[in-house]
């Protein structure tokens, strides 16, 4: 079974532009989280997604927005770039069951000049 | 207040020797579950261990077992017979309804060292 994949891997941008990052569960998996990962915060949630309905929002600006898909593919979208938001961001989907394991993709590293 | 608290920025520990990473958290919840992720310097996060609040045994996978005390609010891994592999960032994670839906929050990590 293929594992979760992100696109870009990698991404530099600059402050004021917007960016889409892509997320790919695995098959079956109908959840996609997305978290945020810098330095100085750790991992930070971002969103939930089931079934093309955002469950839960974490505590970011409304510059930071996403939708899942039918296909439960997911996007996320951070318009109005700030240095700050230069981070690794990781997708994660997980199976049926409210406690099941999340299964981490790779991530896209974006770094904002 | 920390939901997740990982009290150990760095540890070491020498090769084939055991090492226990430190969690406790914070709930009102009776239901929630207990995550140990690692997090290699590639930056995949890749599952270790699970724990569920109404499990009453001590999950187990392998080299991990998690020391679940549920009175004092502490998931530690425990690291059987370290290698030189296991180096890497450790996240302790808690999912917990929240607001109808569920949560998932991680501690800030603790970098364990294996030494040869």
């Known amino acids: 079974k293929a594992g979760v994949t992100q696109t870009p891997r990698y991404l530099i941008k600059t402050r004021g532009q917007q960016v889409t990052l892509s997320c790919s569960p695995i098959s079956g998996h109908r959840s996609v989280s997305w978290y945020q990962q810098t330095p100085g915060q750790g991992l930070q949630f971002l969103f939930e997604y089931f079934s093309e309905t955002q469950r839960n929002k974490g505590n970011f600006p409304g510059r930071f927005s996403g939708r899942q898909f039918s296909n439960s593919r997911s996007e996320m979208n951070v318009s109005t770039l700030e240095l700050g938001d230069s981070a690794l961001y990781l997708c994660a989907s997980r199976g049926l069951g409210t406690y099941n394991e999340q299964f981490f993709g790779p991530g896209t590293r974006l770094t904002v000049l | 207040a920390q939901k997740i608290t990982q009290t150990q920025p760095g540890m070491f520990v020498q090769e084939k020797e055991a090492v226990t990473l430190d969690c406790t958290y914070d709930t009102s919840d009776q239901s929630y579950g207990l995550f140990w992720y690692k997090q290699p310097s590639s930056g995949e996060m890749i599952f270790l261990i699970y724990q569920g609040s109404y499990d009453e045994q001590n999950a187990t996978e392998g080299r991990y077992s998690l020391n679940f005390q549920k ?14 592999g296991d180096s890497a960032m450790y996240f302790c ?6 607001g109808g839906g569920f949560k998932t929050i991680f501690g800030a990590g603790t970098r364990l060292f294996v030494k040869a």
């Open chain 2, 71 to 84: 009175a004092r609010k502490s998931a530690n891994l425990v690291i059987s017979a370290s290698q030189l």
């Open chain 2, 93 to 98: 994670a808690m999912r917990e309804p929240q």
